[in-house]
């Protein structure tokens, strides 16, 4: 059966095919470096790790890219509020904060985060913050085409009513969405609707000079122009969570495709948000989990992982901690088994396993791939793993027939990522010296001498060590 998925664009189940035969060229939205992601930005990153598995799987060469937003939105006051402090302590401490620093370590978490979840690595991670060149020259373009305005002191704003289209990937018109938007008013901007592509706001703590003024892009045009850069106009697939459909990727869409010729993204693919105990994450209820949470509860990358990637990514996933229990007990079972057929199988050859069991792998390999081809229904593939797996357990193996199902489990893992994952769990304790180094950084954030604190926090994070400041005092953990 043919791969196909449900386009956001045609709002329909497509089949797939690139632009040119046998390569995929893909961008995936990524993460907003300033907070540890949550389960729901990682499902968004698992589903773009699943069509990547399937891509490289069928033997597609795949060129994946996904952008890091490192342009914080940080300002003098954001800083201060966060502190905590009193008036002057705040403004000494807004000055002294490098939002680059803060970036760099919420962009190494992601990367731990994607590690633990085992998902593969993409091709590219462009910095927004170093592709600001490409962005003004796109915003130029945008500007000379008629399709964006500058306003002074303001920034360039992105005409909508210049682009019939908008609205077409979210399933609106631009009447619609002129009716919605006109409660909002902002004399600088010519319509509600239009967009900033490039803002002044001189409290921001990251800038950069530019021919409109010195001040920072707007988060749609860094998507546009780094997607260009890497993958050209004209790609293959565009994913990200739901809540990206609008307003983001929408103005990505009027961007590139009115900045130069040509189409820009042919499948755009959506995660559905997620919830956990069926309602909106909530820090404040204590539904609100990252990688990192689960982790200390004591679950590995690779249980997490199938949680998040069981649901179909088209329905709204419920994510429960009594869920997540049962979902470690299903694993378990898989990767019981994957260690007992590694054994029996390693002097087995699966060619020459029984017809029977031939037979019955095949049409199990088969009926899995034809899962995952079809809009990518992990859960139809698990149910025929779960299945299959059953049936090992239960049969007389010989060393061939165990080598044969096991080449199936690692046929089906190469998708999955969760038998034959390694865990992600390390107890370990402080060695003398990384003690040292905690103590050290107590006494320093005792004296306020932030500069001293940072940096020592920083040491300890070279060696692995993440430090979380609470309000029952300094806990650390060990990340791989
Ligand atoms: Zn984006």
Same mark, same amino acid.
């Given at each position: 059966?043919?791969?196909?998925? #449900?386009?956001?664009?045609?709002?329909?189940?497509?089949?797939?095919?690139?632009?040119?035969?046998?390569?995929?060229?893909? #961008?995936?939205?990524?993460?907003?470096?300033?907070?540890?992601?949550?389960?729901?930005?990682?499902?968004?990153?698992?589903?773009?790790?699943?069509?990547?598995?399937?891509?490289?799987?069928?033997?597609?060469?795949?060129?994946?890219?996904?952008?890091?937003?490192?342009?914080?939105?940080?300002?003098?006051?954001?800083? $201060?509020?966060?502190?905590?402090?009193?008036?002057?302590?705040?403004?000494?401490?807004?000055?002294?904060?490098?939002?680059?620093?803060?970036?760099?370590?919420?962009?190494?978490?992601? *990367?731990?985060?994607?590690?633990?979840?085992?998902?593969?690595?993409?091709?590219?991670?462009?910095?927004?913050? +170093?592709?600001?060149?490409?962005?003004?020259?796109?915003?130029?373009?945008?500007? /000379?085409?008629? %399709?964006? #305005?500058?306003?002074?002191?303001?920034?360039?704003?992105?005409?909508?009513?210049?682009?019939?289209? #908008?609205?077409?990937?979210? @399933?609106?018109?631009?009447?619609?969405?002129?009716?919605? $938007?006109?409660? +909002?008013?902002?004399?600088?901007?010519?319509?509600?609707?239009?967009?900033?592509?490039?803002?002044?706001?001189?409290? %921001?703590?990251?800038?950069?000079?530019?021919?409109?003024?010195?001040?920072?892009?707007?988060?749609?045009?860094?998507?546009?122009?780094?997607?260009?850069?890497?993958?050209?106009?004209?790609?293959?697939?565009?994913?990200?969570?739901?809540?990206?459909?609008?307003?983001?990727?929408?103005?990505?869409?009027?961007?590139?495709?009115?900045?130069?010729?040509?189409?820009?993204?042919?499948?755009?693919?959506?995660?559905? %948000?997620?919830?956990?105990?069926?309602?909106?994450?909530?820090?404040?209820?204590?539904?609100?989990?990252?990688?990192?949470?689960?982790?200390?509860?004591?679950?590995?990358?690779? /249980?997490?992982?199938?949680?998040?990637?069981?649901?179909?990514?088209?329905?709204?996933?419920?994510?429960?901690?009594?869920?997540?229990? @049962?979902?470690?007990?299903?694993?378990?079972?898989?990767?019981?088994?994957?260690?007992?057929?590694?054994?029996?199988?390693?002097?087995?050859?699966?060619?020459?396993?029984? $017809? /029977?069991?031939? +037979?019955?792998?095949?049409?199990?390999?088969?009926?899995?791939?034809?899962?995952?081809?079809?809009?990518?229904?992990?859960?139809? @593939?698990?149910?025929?793993?779960?299945?299959?797996?059953?049936?090992?357990?239960?049969?007389?193996?010989?060393?061939?027939?165990?080598?044969?199902?096991?080449?199936?489990?690692?046929?089906?893992?190469?998708?999955?990522?969760?038998? *034959?994952?390694?865990?992600?769990?390390?107890?370990?304790?402080?060695?003398?010296?990384?003690?040292?180094?905690?103590? $050290?950084?107590?006494?320093?954030?005792?004296?306020?001498?932030?500069?001293?604190?940072?940096?020592?926090?920083?040491?300890?994070?070279?060696?692995?060590?993440?430090?979380?400041?609470?309000?029952?005092?300094?806990?650390? /953990?060990?990340?791989?």
């Amino acid at each position: 059966m043919a791969l196909r998925f #449900y386009n956001t664009l045609s709002h329909s189940l497509e089949e797939f095919t690139p632009g040119q035969a046998g390569e995929v060229r893909m #961008y995936n939205c990524g993460p907003t470096v300033y907070s540890d992601p949550h389960i729901g930005n990682m499902r968004s990153f698992l589903l773009a790790d699943l069509l990547r598995r399937v891509f490289d799987q069928r033997g597609f060469r795949t060129t994946q890219v996904m952008n890091i937003t490192d342009v914080g939105h940080l300002t003098v006051d954001d800083v $201060a509020d966060a502190a905590g402090e009193d008036k002057l302590e705040k403004m000494a401490r807004a000055e002294g904060i490098d939002p680059y620093e803060i970036a760099r370590r919420y962009e190494e978490v992601f *990367f731990e985060n994607l590690d633990i979840l085992g998902a593969r690595r993409a091709h590219e991670y462009p910095r927004a913050t +170093e592709h600001v060149a490409e962005m003004i020259t796109m915003i130029e373009a945008l500007i /000379e085409k008629g %399709h964006a #305005y500058q306003v002074d002191g303001v920034g360039v704003y992105f005409r909508v009513r210049s682009f019939p289209e #908008y609205g077409r990937l979210s @399933g609106n018109t631009l009447e619609d969405l002129d009716a919605g $938007a006109r409660i +909002e008013v902002d004399d600088r901007k010519e319509s509600p609707l239009d967009f900033a592509l490039w803002k002044i706001d001189e409290k %921001h703590l990251m800038q950069w000079d530019s021919p409109f003024g010195r001040g920072f892009p707007g988060w749609h045009i860094e998507c546009s122009a780094m997607s260009e850069k890497y993958l050209g106009r004209t790609f293959d697939v565009h994913t990200g969570g739901e809540d990206n459909i609008f307003p983001h990727h929408e103005c990505e869409r009027a961007q590139s495709l009115c900045s130069g010729d040509g189409e820009f993204a042919r499948f755009w693919v959506h995660a559905r %948000h997620l919830l956990v105990d069926g309602a909106k994450m909530s820090k404040s209820k204590g539904s609100f989990f990252t990688i990192n949470d689960l982790l200390a509860r004591g679950f590995e990358g690779y /249980e997490i992982r199938y949680t998040l990637i069981s649901p179909h990514y088209r329905q709204p996933m419920n994510f429960t901690l009594d869920g997540l229990e @049962g979902d470690r007990k299903a694993v378990a079972r898989l990767r019981a088994l994957g260690e007992r057929l590694r054994g029996e199988g390693a002097s087995g050859a699966p060619a020459s396993a029984s $017809a /029977e069991w031939r +037979e019955r792998l095949e049409a199990a390999q088969a009926q899995f791939d034809a899962c995952l081809d079809d809009d990518l229904n992990v859960s139809g @593939g698990l149910g025929v793993v779960h299945e299959t797996a059953k049936a090992l357990g239960r049969g007389e193996l010989g060393p061939d027939e165990a080598a044969a199902g096991l080449a199936f489990l690692e046929h089906a893992d190469a998708i999955l990522g969760v038998i *034959f994952a390694e865990s992600s769990q390390v107890e370990e304790g402080l060695s003398p010296e990384e003690q040292e180094l905690l103590e $050290a950084r107590g006494a320093a954030r005792e004296a306020r001498d932030w500069a001293r604190s940072d940096e020592l926090r920083d040491a300890l994070l070279a060696r692995g060590i993440v430090i979380k400041d609470g309000a029952d005092g300094v806990t650390w /953990e060990r990340r791989r």
